[in-house]
């Protein structure tokens, strides 16, 4: 989305934040003829892609539009695997999330097993069905999906 700073009505940043607390993630650029630092800082913080002042070469703004379109292929991209993620860790149970959980954050069956108060056996057990529900064939497997599907690294 192309958007000048001084629109009529609404103006272009003001636009900016409704599309990002509405949750519409959009690669966005800005075009202004009155520029300066604040207004380009506001814009980039904002998740504005470019920043580009009128008036501009038809390069530049060709430049910026495809590194916007990069930027939004990448978006949609990530946004697919998340979701994808998050499909394959839908069957897991509430325990056998907590067994990933741990898995993620690095500790082995025997640390699993005391922290859960259950026996080492039974971690193996439900390691073995995440692995089997999620469809992956190792470890590092696993916790590259964890981690896609928003299960951090850092629980304890």
């Known amino acids: 989305?192309?958007?000048?700073?001084?629109?009529?009505?609404?103006?272009?940043?003001?636009?900016?934040?409704?599309?990002?607390?509405?949750?519409?993630?959009?690669?966005?650029?800005?075009?202004?003829?009155?520029?300066?630092?604040?207004?380009?800082?506001?814009?980039?913080?904002?998740?504005?892609?470019?920043?580009?002042?009128?008036?501009?070469?038809?390069?530049?703004?060709?430049?910026?539009?495809?590194?916007?379109?990069?930027?939004?292929?990448?978006?949609?991209?990530?946004?697919?695997e998340v979701a994808g993620a998050k499909a394959r860790l839908s069957p897991l149970t509430e325990r056998e999330h907590e067994v990933l959980r741990l898995l993620v954050?690095?500790?082995?069956?025997?640390?699993i097993a005391y922290e859960l108060g259950i026996s080492p056996r039974t971690v193996e057990i439900h390691r073995a069905r995440v692995m089997e529900k999620t469809r992956v064939r190792s470890l590092s497997e696993l916790v590259h999906l964890a981690i896609a599907g928003g299960i951090s690294p850092n629980a304890s």
């Open 1 to 80: 989305m192309i958007i000048d700073v001084r629109m009529p009505g609404i103006g272009g940043l003001d636009v900016q934040e409704r599309l990002k607390a509405d949750g519409i993630a959009l690669p966005v650029i800005v075009i202004t003829g009155h520029g300066d630092v604040p207004l380009a800082v506001r814009a980039m913080k904002g998740g504005a892609v470019d920043f580009v002042e009128k008036p501009f070469a038809k390069a530049a703004i060709r430049a910026a539009v495809e590194r916007a379109l990069e930027i939004g292929r990448q978006q949609h991209k990530t946004r697919d």
């Open 105 to 111: 954050a690095g500790k082995q069956n025997k640390m």
